[in-house]
C-alpha cells in the first residue's frame, strides 16, 4: 500500500506519504520537488502496520493536507491583493511559531508580505487589525486571561498585558479568533504575543507616519470598548 498526500499554503508546498510493506510502514515527507526525508517504522505485525499508516493519514488530513499529486504550486503576488477580510486573515496566517522564542522571526513572513503591498492596503490591515483586538476589549474577556485576569476594580490589572493577550488571539488566527469572541471561556490562559503590533509600527516605518498607529490608539487600547466593560476604567 502507497498513498501520497501534499498542503500547500500562502507559504508551504509540502508532501507526505506513507508506504507499507510487510510489518514496515515507512513515511517520507519535504517540501514538493526537493529531496524528502524517509522514517520506517517496523511494526509486530502486517495488520499493526496497515493501522498504524492508517492512523497517520489521519493526523495529516486533520492537518489539511489533501490526497493526490500536488498541482503546480503559485506563490501568492502580494502586490496584487488589496487588503480586505481575507487577505488580513492570510497575512496572519503566515506567522512562523516554529520560530517561536524569536518574535522578529515569528513576523519576518507576513512583514514581507506587506512590504509588497501598497500604501492603502497597510492602512487597512492596521485598520482591521485594531478592530479586531477592539472587539476583544470586554470585561468578560479580560476576566479569562489567566493568573493575571480582571477581577475588579480595586484590584491591580495591567491593561498592557491584556492588550498583548488580546494579540495572541489574533495572531493564532480567524478561526481562534472568532471561537474566543464568541466564548471568552476559550481565551487562551497565561498567554501573550506583543509582538503582533510590530506588524503595525512596520506599517507607521514604511508609509513614514510615526503617528499612524498611536491615532488608533483610543480603538484598540484596554477599556476602550466602553459597551464591553460594566466599569468606566482608566487605560
Not at 524517509?38 to 492508517?54: G, I, R
Not at 519576518?108 to 482591521?128: E, G, R, W
Amino acid at each position: 500500500m502507497h498513498r501520497e498526500f501534499y498542503f500547500q499554503s500562502d507559504n508551504s508546498n509540502k508532501v507526505w506519504s506513507v508506504t507499507v510493506k510487510g510489518s514496515d510502514c515507512t513515511t517520507s515527507w519535504g517540501k514538493a520537488g526537493a529531496a524528502l526525508r524517509s522514517k520506517t517504522k517496523v511494526a509486530n505485525t502486517p495488520d499493526e502496520a496497515a493501522k498504524l499508516a492508517e492512523k497517520l493519514i489521519k493526523e495529516k488530513l486533520n492537518e489539511g493536507y489533501l490526497e493526490g499529486q500536488p498541482p503546480a504550486y503559485v506563490a501568492p503576488d502580494w502586490s496584487t491583493m488589496e487588503m480586505n477580510e481575507e487577505v488580513f486573515w492570510r497575512v496572519i496566517g503566515l506567522l512562523n511559531w516554529k520560530k517561536l522564542g524569536d518574535d522578529d522571526a515569528v513576523c519576518a513572513p507576513a512583514v514581507k508580505a506587506l512590504s509588497q503591498m501598497t500604501n492603502d492596503s497597510l492602512l487597512n490591515f492596521v485598520k482591521i487589525l485594531t478592530e479586531k483586538l477592539f472587539l476583544l476589549d470586554t470585561e468578560a474577556h479580560a476576566r479569562e486571561i489567566g493568573q493575571c485576569a480582571y477581577i475588579d476594580e480595586e484590584n491591580h490589572f495591567s491593561v498592557d498585558l491584556f492588550l498583548y493577550a488580546r494579540c495572541c488571539v489574533v495572531a493564532n488566527g480567524k478561526e481562534f479568533f472568532e471561537a474566543v469572541l464568541n466564548d471568552p471561556k476559550e481565551f487562551p490562559k497565561d498567554m501573550d504575543f506583543e509582538a503582533l503590533l510590530s506588524l503595525g509600527y512596520f506599517v507607521e516605518e514604511k508609509i513614514n507616519d510615526d503617528e499612524l498607529f498611536y491615532s488608533d490608539k483610543s480603538s484598540y487600547e484596554t477599556f476602550s470598548n466602553r459597551e464591553g466593560w460594566k466599569i468606566q476604567g482608566e487605560s
